[in-house]
């Protein structure tokens, strides 16, 4: 029997701030036009911070959209996972606590999903506004086609069950 993954699409990001808003916006129009992401549930994650703990529970594979500020050109999309999830900046977030806190609760209380995707579009102007740059506006397409296409990976690639993980050798 095939062990159930549970898909989590997590959008992050302040609706009031402009750039930012660009997390929240691209998991709100996955969830009204959902075509293969049926398997999959979204969250609006918005800035809760440890708030999101509970509805992460249990969550095999997690990709968040989040306005990311790692310093390059605006509307740039960039891709953490793995490893490279540690290299998140934590400073540069609006939100109560940033993500890298999160997964790092997650860790400690042993709930960390499998696998962890991190989908952000360098922002060019994080203040008070409802909408996005152009720069960053050009780019929310393609974070959401990216979007769809790391969840279909996901739900393509059998999971091996809990109990069989062990007789499995490399």
């Not at 696998?115 to 952000?120: D, F, M, Q, W």
């Not at 506006?137 to 999971?159: D, G, M």
């Amino acid at each position: 029997m095939e062990a159930r993954k549970r898909i989590c699409v997590l959008g992050l990001g302040n609706l009031m701030r402009t750039d930012d808003a660009v997390g929240m916006m691209a998991v709100s129009a996955l969830a009204e036009d959902p075509g293969s992401m049926d398997e999959v549930f979204c969250v609006e994650g918005s800035t809760l911070g440890l708030d999101l703990m509970h509805a992460l529970h249990g969550v095999t594979h997690l990709l968040a959209l989040d306005a990311v500020d790692v310093g390059t050109a605006p509307g740039e999309m960039v891709r953490f996972e793995k490893d490279e999830l540690g290299d998140i900046p934590s400073g540069k977030s609006v939100h109560l606590l940033g993500f890298a806190d999160l997964i790092g609760v997650l860790r400690l209380m042993g709930d960390e999903p499998e696998e962890i995707v991190l989908l952000g579009i360098q922002p060019k102007l994080i203040g008070w506004g409802t909408e996005l740059t152009d720069e960053v506006h050009k780019t929310l397409p393609v974070l959401i086609e990216e979007s769809r296409k790391q969840v279909e990976n996901w739900l393509a690639v059998k999971q091996v069950p809990a109990d069989e993980r062990a007789d499995v050798m490399v």
